[in-house]
């Protein structure tokens, strides 16, 4: 079986779940404890939150740990909502291709009366600066930027916003996800104000993550009920998967030249064999795009049943994100790039991961080509399309 959606989780490393299960067996105190089991577990959550900041260049009073990428998006853009709110300052801006998490939470604030303005993608899936700079207002107390989208990868100038939303008096948050392990990420070069991360997308365990949130921005509560976390997200930590999260973190952030060398040359292998797929395209700048990414779409067809048949040939992909893949609805992300719906039906998302391998890549291809092909077969779109009773969009 070739997993090719570590877009949607990845495999625990060996190291992380060696610290799990370790700290499972041995070091099973409450932080929070004053004797000596409690006392042991804070040193070891205490040492992740400085080995955390150091990552990312923060300092170890910046860290929050949540349970994931979801929690801390919310506890960022409600924090600085709030935060804005006392000042008169109610306006926010983000993009029409986020992440779920930010989406919602901006409806929600919007219908408490916040006005939240989404800027569009341009097709190659890029925001310049400039745009969030034309949007900033007097009332502005929030912009939000993923790093890297989700579904077609590409990677936005982040220290460019930064810098703007930082002349601008403006707190800029970015939702990192998909991107911290596998891009060298610096808060503090990068003028990033809030950024939000989860374990899983870097070989670390699900349902932990964190929020890095710069000395004087004033955090919201989101739950309540213990000092945990500097008051700011009571529940006791869940000490074992943190110390997880890091150690596949500084395995991850060791290994980004190396494994970036290995991927690169054959993700760009798979986007060329895919290209020779007539009326495919390519979704996103091919260059400012993560290394593992890989994002199509194929005219005349449907993408659940490219994904199922693609679980028959042994390869598990996605169409998208895994948060919405219950969905019959196209993606947004794809939408917001100006693909059409029947065009963004049929989309293919493939995620490499390190280990992934020259043989895999010319497999991936194969089996694409002939599953398209298959499908295209018996197609009433796609024969309407080559009898041309309805125009070729790709």
């Known amino acids: 079986m070739i997993y090719a959606d ?22 099973y105190g409450n932080p929070s404890s004053l004797y000596e089991f409690g006392q042991k577990a804070k040193e070891v959550l205490e040492q992740a939150r400085e080995d955390t900041a150091a990552l990312i260049g923060a300092d170890a009073k910046e860290i929050i740990f949540t349970s994931g990428g979801s929690e801390a998006d919310n506890q960022a853009i409600i924090s600085a909502a709030k ?37 569009d993608v341009h097709e190659n899936g890029i925001i310049d600066p400039s745009e969030v700079e034309a949007a900033i207002r007097e009332d502005t107390c929030l912009v939000t930027i993923m790093y890297a989208n989700n579904e077609i990868g590409t990677i936005q100038d982040i220290k460019g916003i930064g810098a703007v939303c930082r002349a601008k008096g403006v707190i ?13 990420i610096n808060v503090v070069e990068e003028n990033i104000d809030m950024l939000s991360a989860s374990a899983h997308k870097f070989h670390g365990p699900k349902g932990v993550g964190f929020l890095y949130a710069r000395k004087g921005i004033r955090l919201a509560n989101l739950i309540e009920g213990g000092a945990q976390e500097k008051g700011k997200r009571a529940g006791t930590e869940n000490v074992p998967g943190i110390a997880a999260m890091v150690t596949a973190l500084k395995e991850e952030v060791a290994n980004i030249d190396k494994n970036t060398a290995h991927i690169l040359p054959i993700r760009n292998k798979i986007i060329e064999g895919l290209k020779e797929i007539p009326h495919s395209a390519l979704n996103g700048d091919e260059e400012r795009r993560l290394p593992s990414n890989v994002n199509f779409c194929f005219e005349g067809i449907e993408g659940e049943s490219l994904l199922l048949l693609l679980d ?30 029947d065009v963004a039906h049929g989309s293919l998302r493939l995620s490499l991961g390190e280990d992934v391998t020259e043989e895999e890549a010319d497999y991936i291809i194969k089996a694409v080509k002939e599953v398209v092909e298959y499908l295209r ?8 399309l080559v009898a041309g009773k309805t125009q070729f969009i790709l």
């Open 6 to 27: 570590n877009a949607a989780t990845t495999p625990m490393s060996e190291a992380a779940i060696n610290t799990m299960t370790t700290l499972i067996r041995e070091t």
């Open 83 to 119: 935060a804005g709110a006392l000042k008169g300052k109610k306006h926010i801006i983000s993009s029409k291709f986020e992440h779920h998490a930010v989406l919602h939470t901006l409806k929600k604030l919007e219908n408490e009366g916040f006005e939240v303005t989404l800027l």
């Open 172 to 184: 800029f948050h970015t939702d990192a996800v998909q991107a911290i392990g596998h891009l060298k």
């Open 312 to 341: 028959d040939k042994g390869i598990a992909a996605s169409s998208g994100s895994a948060c919405t893949s219950g969905s019959l609805d196209p993606s947004h992300v794809l939408l917001a790039i100006g693909r059409v719906h």
């Open 377 to 384: 077969g018996f197609s009433p779109v796609w024969r309407d």
